[in-house]
């Protein structure tokens, strides 16, 4: 199994959007016959005395092909339209709301 884990660092009055965006988007639908996934989670920090929230989030895959494979389709295009428009603004910004994201991928060896 091979895991993907996006750290993101919200700025708090912007954390209920950011979860909204990615609940309504990464639905059992929208992933539904995307080979080698296998589900996904989402995990809110609730930490209060912070000056951001972090949201993890966490996406499960068969292998790490089959996670790459699917960072190539149209299926991701469709729910990361902000990451296509940042990658295409120089300088590259954040969407509303994200101070700074940190991707970490994991192979499951137990």
């Known amino acids: 199994m091979y895991i993907v884990m996006n750290t993101i660092q919200i700025e708090p ?41 972090e949201l993890v989030v966490l996406s499960r895959w068969i292998d790490k092909s089959a996670q790459k494979n699917w960072l190539k389709t149209q299926s991701f295009k469709n729910l990361h339209p902000k990451a296509k428009q940042a990658s295409e603004e120089k300088p590259k910004r954040k969407p509303s709301g994200i101070i700074n994201n940190k991707i970490t991928e994991f192979e499951v060896v137990k």
């Not at 080698?36 to 951001?52: K, M, P, R, T």
């Open 13 to 53: 009055e912007f954390a209920d959007k950011v979860v909204t965006q990615f609940v309504s988007r990464h639905t059992k639908d929208n992933m539904a016959g995307v080979e080698g996934f296998i589900d996904f989670e989402l995990l809110l920090n609730q930490q209060e005395d912070s000056e951001y929230k």
